[in-house]
Nanobody, 121 residues
Framework: QVQLVESGGGLVQAGGSLRLSCAAS????????MGWYRQAPGKQRELVAS???????NYADSVKGRFTISRDNAKNTMYLQMDSLKPEDTAVYYC???????????????WGQGTQVTVSS
């Protein structure tokens, strides 16, 4: 099986910064595209940013210029640096990864348990 564990959420004032981490572990042959999603109360889950195994990135328009996604392939870990946070960034943030399992080379779409980010005004 594959597990994704997030950390780094919390409460911060508007204009502040937080850094989220997501570590993948388990029966992994390869971690492919990874991404951060978020879900605010009463809203649908939305993609915040994604990064391929080669480092190509994609951002939601609402976070461009403020958030930076990165990864360490040797550690199977992804990060999200969030700067200039706004109250509208408040949500539960979820880590997602497309994983090739081991030894059967199964394709697995894994999700973390979520971490709360709250931005006060």
């Amino acid at each position: 099986q594959v597990q994704l564990v997030e950390s780094g959420g919390g409460l911060v004032q508007a204009g502040g910064s937080l850094r989220l981490s997501c570590a993948a572990s388990g029966r992994i042959s390869r971690v492919n595209t990874m991404g951060w999603y978020r879900q605010a109360p009463g809203k649908q889950r939305e993609l915040v940013a994604s990064i391929t195994s080669s480092g190509s990135t994609n951002y939601a328009d609402s976070v461009k210029g403020r958030f930076t996604i990165s990864r360490d392939n040797a550690k199977n870990t992804m990060y999200l640096q969030m700067d200039s946070l706004k109250p509208e960034d408040t949500a539960v943030y979820y880590c997602n990864a497309a994983v090739t399992g081991w030894p059967a080379s199964l394709s697995i779409n894994a999700w973390g348990q979520g971490t709360q980010v709250t931005v006060s005004s």
